[in-house]
Every structure is written in C-alpha cells, then in structure tokens.
C-alpha cells in the first residue's frame, strides 16, 4: 500500500511539473520605428526560452501610457521578471507597481529614471558611443590640421530629450568637438549646446522621440535659412534613423549632390550599412543587440534566483562611468556592454559577427 502511494505521489507530481507553466518573462521595447528593437524583442525572447522561461514580447509604440499597460498586463499575467526599455519617466508608476509584486525589473539599453526601486539597468557604453561619433568626424574632416582661416563647418543633432542615452551620446561626441570649437577651427551651423546640461540650446537640437521626419525637417528648415550660405562638412547625426533622414534632406539640396556632409549615426542598421558602404553614411556605431539581450537575460535570471551576476563583456559603471546609472534620485547597479566604431573599411565586423539576416548579409558581402 506505502508503494504504491509513493508510487501514486511521484506520478502526481511528475504530471504537476508537466503542467507547471514556465514563469514569464514580460519584455517590454519602446517602439518599432526605430528598427533595432524588434530584434532586440526578438532575442530577448529567445534568450529567455533558452533559459526555460516563456517570454512574452510588447512593443509601446513610442507611447508611454500604452506600455504601461502592456507592463501592468505582464504583471497581472504573473510575470517574475520585467525587461523594460522605456520611453519617458512616465514608466516609474508602473515600475514600482512592479516593486510591489517584489518583480525582477531589469531597465533595458535606456535608464528609468525617476526612481531606484528597480533591480539593475543593462546598457552600452553610451558616452563611448558619442566618442566614437565624435572622433569619427574630427578624422573624416582632419580637424587636427584644420585652420580659422578655413574652418570646417558642421550642424548638431541630438535624440529624444526623454532619453537619458541622447545625453551620453552628445556629450561623448562634444568631448572630442568642444576643443576644435573653442579653437575657432569648427564652426556650428544653428544651436550650439556646449553640454546637454545647456537645456535651453539642447531643446533645441534634440529630436522628439528619435523622429526621422522631424530631423528631417529641422535640417530642411536650416539648409534654406541658417546654412544657405555655407557648404556643411559635417552634421552630427545621434543614431542611423536620423542619420539617413539627414542625408535625405541633403540629397533634395543641389549643393550636396556631388558631395554629402559627413554624416554619423549608431546601430549599424541594415541600410546604414549600405549606405556606408556606397560612400553615403560616414559611419555607424555597432552595438551587438543580441549580446544585449543575452546578457540582459543572464542578468535577470542571477538576480531571480538570488545570485550574483556574472556577465560576460560587461563592466560594472564606475569612476567617470557611474554617471550612466543616475536615475536622476540615486544609482542603480549598470552594467555596460562595449559598442563598436564602423565606417567603410570595417563594415563586415557586424556582418561577421551575425548581425544580419543571410538576405542582409548577402547584399554587404
Ligand atoms: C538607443 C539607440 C536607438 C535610439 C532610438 C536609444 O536609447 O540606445 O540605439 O537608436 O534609442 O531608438
């Protein structure tokens, strides 16, 4: 009789962890518009299957109110775990709704700012993306040898104002522009914010919701205005989506024809790539989005279990770099993956490392 109980409990529960459902990993991307993150939704879920959960993927549309809901129905569905990469602050509430049902949240590529009460941020060097930016066009227009008698002249963009990341990028590239600046050898066409920090100015470069039409528009208006009478050499370009709708309003002006500004962006997107390659875009910025989501999943799965992260190619933000990891009321631990510079004579990197679909791939070969 004991037998055949025992026998009897081991079936039950064999059967039970049969049916047991696999805890849910809500992955929450800001929006579609920007190609990168549907990738990154993409590989999270992946990631996280591997792992043995069951991801479920929303993306926001670049609407906060509409993945908070997303959000709030993750957690009502009883996710564990919350991969967030966020679109404003407006996020925090739902966050630490979050808090309370003592989730894992892990803020994904952007900081939720506005509170600590959230369990790590994964991210890129985002001030060493802005660096690259930057060094790529003061070696594009040799800035080192360029004189005020014959100044090189450039226009500034940045991203979303919301979007903590858009800060580190600007001031990455102006770290490395300032000096010829103040040297009077690179001359800025339109606002000049000398720093992020400059927010009157920086309103005024920055692009609403990293909008491709909007910097399209604003670079319209300036040709016509502010640049009509100069020839740009450069424009700083935030990411690869406002980096091709820069060199799209370029193209419409007769004077660029023959020869396009040196124009920046970041994420390596797939058209970037080409025009890069055809001697348009001067040069992108890699970030592995799948060793993001990779590690983002590594990350969420130590902290769910109660163990220590080990993440492989990530740092912890330190010294100078802790500034990443300010919410605005205190730090969060952040952790930090290292992006790529790309121009045409190293554009297989991402190509070689996968980044792209075979389609893709074949037509950058
Ligand atoms: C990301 C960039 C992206 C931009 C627009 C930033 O937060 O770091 O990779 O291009 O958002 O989506």
């Not at 967030?84 to 700012?113: C, F, H, L, M, P």
């Not at 992108?284 to 990350?299: G, S, Y």
Request: charged share 20%; proline share 4%.
């Amino acid at each position: 009789m004991k037998k055949l109980l025992s026998i009897f409990t081991m079936l039950l529960l064999a059967s039970l962890s049969l049916f047991a459902k696999a805890t849910i990993v809500g992955i929450a991307m800001p929006e579609t518009h920007v190609l990168r993150w549907t990738k990154d939704g993409e590989s999270l879920k992946k990631e996280a299957e591997k792992r043995g959960y069951s991801g479920l993927v929303q993306y926001g549309n670049a609407d906060q109110a509409q993945q908070n809901q997303q959000i709030q129905s993750f957690l009502t569905q009883g996710a564990k775990i919350l991969i967030i990469g966020n679109i404003n602050d407006g996020v925090t509430s739902v966050v630490e709704e979050a808090a309370r049902d003592k989730a894992v949240v892990v803020a994904y590529d952007r900081i939720i700012q506005g509170t600590t009460n959230y369990s790590a941020f994964i991210t890129f060097n985002n001030y060493k993306v802005g660096t690259l930016q930057g060094q790529g066009i003061e070696k594009a227009l040799n800035l080192p040898a360029a004189t005020t008698a014959a100044p090189k002249y450039i226009t500034l963009f940045a991203g979303s104002p919301t979007d903590a990341n858009a800060n580190f990028f600007y001031q990455g590239a102006m770290d490395v522009l300032n000096p010829y600046l103040k040297k009077g050898v690179l001359k800025v066409v339109g606002p000049y914010p000398e720093t992020y920090k400059d927010t009157s100015n920086f309103q005024k470069i920055a692009t609403e919701n990293w909008s491709g039409p909007l910097a399209k528009t604003r670079l319209e208006n300036l040709l016509n205005n502010d640049a009509s009478k100069i020839t740009l050499d450069a424009v700083l370009a935030p990411n690869d989506t406002l980096g091709r709708a820069i060199i799209e309003a370029c193209k419409a002006d007769a004077k660029y024809r023959s020869k396009l500004p040196v124009v920046t962006g970041q994420d390596a997107e797939f058209d970037s790539a080409v025009s890069i390659k055809n001697g348009e875009q001067y040069m992108t910025v890699f970030k592995d989005t799948a060793k993001l989501a990779e590690a983002a999943v590594i990350l969420a799965d130590a902290l769910a279990k109660g163990e220590k992260p080990n993440i492989p190619g990530a740092i912890l933000a330190d010294g100078d770099l802790k500034e990443i990891g300010y919410t605005g009321t205190g730090y969060v631990a952040t952790y930090l993956l290292d992006p790529i510079g790309i121009t045409k004579e190293n554009v297989n990197v991402p190509v070689d490392a996968g980044f792209y679909t075979a389609e893709e791939t074949a037509k950058l070969k």
